[in-house]
């Protein structure tokens, strides 16, 4: 017994030693260098909102953002990592551009102790790993590709107003999220998968289930992440998966049979599975993919696809019912488009449809899919001053860069009346006017969203389906929107989009 509480103490001890080490770091670390900064919450720095769950990515951000006025950049901390926030255009340019060797990593948020399948995902990896993998799946996602997969999406789109159509009762109060999850998560399992899908029809299926499993993010799945951080060996070695175990067996399942399926029987889909697949099957060892690859990688596909397409879509139509003349503007450029298409829209006329890219571009600007991304220095570097009366910082290996792109989106300094949804900002004529810098909804340099071209043409397809209904609130619905979820890194709200389809009327 006396061993035991030996032991303990001991055991305490060390645990209070580290922690006042950590205290310590945190409060002396930007004073030695006698730089701008914001004092840390003791042991959790300058994200503990985060931790605990009291604010959402985006407005506690954009909260930090909001501290010294007139400074390029600041110290603040990551839990126990050094960070410095960016506020000045020409550094985000200089960090993710012009310098991206000193900064090309991010942060990531699965370790391979964690999980090694599911670190291999794209965002997730460094340096020339990353590089390797990036340019494997560059050809993916080109607009030759696009093309291919076109039909395939309008058949999800078409599927899914036809349902609206057959079912006005539903169509008639609905919660947008759920039902655009349904849609996106149909356009992963056909386009990624070769797996059709009607998840309005068939609505517990089990592509939806666990798409819905993996993006979901509740208190259990808070604690079971927070121990892995802490606990990585030990809670692999007790079966934990980043993912909830049914969840993460089912998609490693489905990855697998798909890969033998195609090799079995000669299937080609010129998808990013394929192109992993090839490079499955080359001798060059530098470029050897494995299956886990693939699936790290489909993995991030499938997350991305899923969830930030829906929201993304959600956020629009909230704004179409809240502006009837953007919507009736927008219905009007897409119905001239399709009549001078002979009635069939293609992925040409996508394209053509400038008013439809002023639309979604307003919409991500206000709620960009991922409100924050950062950067981690690899290679020592010298920032010039954050503001008169302060020196160069020196920054160190492995010092975190925060980019909070929501922050940037609603500045006024950068977009006038940033809380008002005005798709002009975005015309010919105004949007030359935009600081490249500042608008970045999928990223910005080498590590922007790779996916950004298939994510635009899933919502366009969606949109230009949708505007057969005119886009009403219900008395469900709340706005203006201030109820962001704090439990979702890309963007959400707490209690959903209610919204109602309408059918147009047939004109004589």
């Known amino acids: 017994m006396i061993q035991f509480l030996t032991l303990v103490s001991f055991a305490l001890g060390v645990g209070l030693l580290y922690a006042g080490y950590i205290i310590f770091h945190q409060f002396t670390y930007w004073k030695r260098r006698k730089m701008l900064h914001l004092t840390p919450t003791p042991l959790f720095g300058n994200t503990a909102p985060l931790f605990f769950r009291t604010n959402a990515f985006s407005t506690h951000f954009q909260k930090l953002y909001n501290n010294f006025p007139g400074a390029r950049y600041f110290g603040a901390f990551d839990n126990k990592t050094p960070a410095i926030l960016i506020k000045d255009p020409d550094l985000v340019r200089e960090i993710c551009i012009k310098n991206f060797d000193s900064f090309s990593d991010h942060d990531a948020f699965i370790t391979e102790d964690m999980d090694p399948v599911i670190f291999r995902n794209l965002f997730n990896l460094e340096g020339e790993y990353w590089r390797r993998m990036r340019n494997l799946l560059t050809p993916s996602f080109t607009a030759s590709r696009m093309k291919l997969m076109f039909e395939l999406i309008a058949e999800c789109s078409n599927d899914f107003v036809q349902y609206f159509l057959d079912n006005p009762e539903v169509a008639s109060s609905f919660d947008a999220k759920d039902a655009f999850s349904r849609y996106t998560g149909d356009v992963i399992g056909t386009a990624a998968f070769g797996i059709k899908v009607n998840s309005m029809k068939d609505r517990n299926n089990e592509f939806y289930r666990h798409g819905i499993s993996a993006t979901s993010f509740k208190l259990i799945d808070f604690i079971r992440f927070q121990l892995m951080i802490i606990f990585p060996k030990l809670m692999r070695w007790a079966g934990f998966t980043f993912l909830p175990n049914a969840t993460d067996r089912f998609l490693k399942n489905i990855i697998t049979e798909t890969v033998k399926v195609r090799q079995e029987k000669g299937i080609v889909r010129q998808d990013m599975i394929h192109l992993l697949m090839l490079a ?64 069939k829209i293609s992925y040409n006329s996508l394209v053509q449809i400038k008013y439809l890219d002023m639309v979604i571009n307003e919409t991500l600007r206000m709620y960009p899919s991922a409100p924050f991304t950062n950067r981690v220095c690899v290679k020592e570097y010298d920032f010039s001053p954050p503001m008169e009366g302060y020196p160069n910082l020196h920054v160190e290996k492995g010092t975190q860069i925060f980019l909070p792109i929501y922050a940037y989106h609603r500045d006024p300094k950068y977009f006038p009346c940033p809380d008002k949804f005005d798709p002009e900002r975005f015309s010919e004529s105004n949007k030359s006017s935009i600081n490249p810098y500042m608008y970045q909804p999928f990223g910005i340099g080498p590590r922007q969203c790779i996916g950004n071209r298939f994510a635009l043409m899933v919502v366009k397809i969606g949109i230009t389906d949708i505007l057969r209904f005119t886009i009403q609130f219900t008395e469900k619905s709340r706005h203006p929107i201030d109820d962001y979820d704090t439990t979702s890194f890309p963007m959400n709200r707490k209690n959903g989009f209610w919204l109602k389809f309408e059918e147009l009327k047939k004109s004589n």
Do not use: W
């Not at 809240?322 to 001239?336: C, G, H, S, T, W």
């Open 280 to 343: 499955m099957d080359k001798k060059d060892n530098s470029q050897k993919v494995t299956i886990d690859d693939i699936i790290g990688q489909a993995f991030f596909f499938f997350l991305a696809g899923f969830d930030a397409s829906s929201s993304a879509m959600s956020f629009l139509c909230h704004q179409l019912a809240a502006n009837p003349d953007v919507q009736n503007k927008l219905r009007e450029a897409i119905i001239y488009q399709v009549n001078k298409d002979n009635g």
